[in-house]
């Protein structure tokens, strides 16, 4: 059972906008603001595309945004495209220091 | 930028030791300043951390594995590893290897390696 409660999937059309919840506890996502998003295609390695809730690295599209409210994290993706169907997972930092993953949500375009 | 790549046998026997090597080029892990983790995630599921090591050796790991899971640096190959003993299949996964910390503020993934897949079986 993930730590972190994701939706298993979200679907969209192309050009609007569709947001993937996180869901964690005061222990993780409430506690810190370290919270990172990955998109994964299939067969590829998790891409980072959010840290520390709302940064961006360079080089990854501002159409991807982090925020946070309470326990749970929230990535948005406006614009969606359709190379933005893929796997996404949330990530939160907690004490002792550990890292713990949501399960997933699989992003249809439809 | 750091690149990642795991290396180690694909298939493992149940009951005997995973091992991974992660060699790490374009940076060096001597002087980093963060962390350096094992991630693996089984077919079609979600993904779990392992722990992480920093270039001292000092190491942090995911309490329920911890009794199983040994992660060790060498800075002169510029290497670091993966043990994990007495594997099962429910150990058969993908693992990567990962930055742990080089652009957030605590040790979250970065960059990962692609990945190497391990199956367990007889």
């Known amino acids: 059972q993930p730590a972190l409660t994701q939706p298993p999937s979200v679907s969209g059309s192309p050009g609007q906008s569709i947001t993937i919840s996180c869901t964690g506890t005061s222990n993780d996502v409430g506690g810190y603001d370290f919270v990172s998003w990955f998109q994964q295609h299939p067969g590829k390695a998790p891409k980072l595309l959010i840290y520390d809730v709302t940064d961006r690295p360079s080089g990854v599209s501002d159409r991807f945004s982090g925020s946070k409210s309470g326990n749970t994290a929230s990535l948005t993706i406006s614009g969606l495209q359709a190379d933005d169907e893929a796997v996404y997972h949330c990530c939160s930092y907690t004490n002792y220091p550990t890292v713990i993953f949501g399960g997933g949500t699989r992003v249809t375009v439809l | 930028q750091v690149q990642l790549q795991e290396s180690g046998p694909g298939l493992v026997r149940p009951s005997e030791t995973l091992s991974l090597t992660c060699t790490v080029s374009g940076g060096s892990i001597t002087t980093s300043r963060h962390y350096w983790g094992w991630i693996r995630q089984p077919p079609g599921k979600g993904l779990e951390w392992l722990g992480n090591?920093?270039?001292?050796?000092?190491?942090y790991l995911n309490p329920s594995l911890r009794s199983r899971v040994t992660i060790s640096v060498d800075r002169s190959k510029n290497h670091f590893s993966l043990k994990l003993d007495s594997v099962t299949a429910a150990d058969t996964a993908i693992y990567y290897c990962?930055?742990?910390?080089?652009?957030?503020?605590?040790?979250?993934?970065?960059?990962w390696g692609l990945g190497t897949l391990v199956t367990v079986t007889s």
């Open positions: 990962a930055t742990m910390g080089s652009l957030a503020r605590r040790p979250t993934p970065d960059s």
């Open positions: 090591v920093y270039a001292s050796g000092s190491t």
